[in-house]
């Protein structure tokens, strides 16, 4: 069983950066592809970017452009860098390791 411990939420302010991190207890990429979620208040969850074990990326139309997911085997670490954010960035971000295994997620708040 695969543990993932995302980490890096927090407050940013409107066309600010974050970066965060999902941390796996063994190869993340075990089943092939790692994915960043996330959920607002009273939405829908939301996939936000994907990564495969052979570097496919791929982004929801709301993030491209702002957002960059990008792998670590040395470190079984995948980051979502967001950037630009806007307040409709706000929501719980998780991140999956072949849609099979989560973790708790961390919240990102988008604020002045």
């Known amino acids: 069983q695969v543990q993932l411990v995302e980490s890096g939420g927090g407050l940013v302010q409107p066309g600010g950066s974050l970066r965060l991190s999902c941390a796996a207890s063994?190869?993340?990429?075990?089943?092939?592809?790692v994915a960043w979620f996330r959920q607002a208040p009273g939405k829908q969850r939301e996939l936000v970017a994907s990564?495969?074990?052979?570097?496919?990326?791929k982004y929801a139309d709301s993030v491209k452009g702002r957002f960059t997911i990008s792998g670590d085997n040395t470190k079984n670490t995948v980051y979502l860098q967001l950037s630009s954010v806007e307040f409709e960035d706000t929501a719980v971000y998780s991140c999956?390791?072949?849609?099979?295994?989560w973790g708790q997620g961390t919240q990102v708040n988008v604020s002045l």
């Open positions: 999956t390791s072949g849609f099979v295994f």
């Open positions: 063994e190869n993340i990429f075990k089943l092939g592809v």
């Open positions: 990564i495969t074990s052979d570097n496919k990326i």
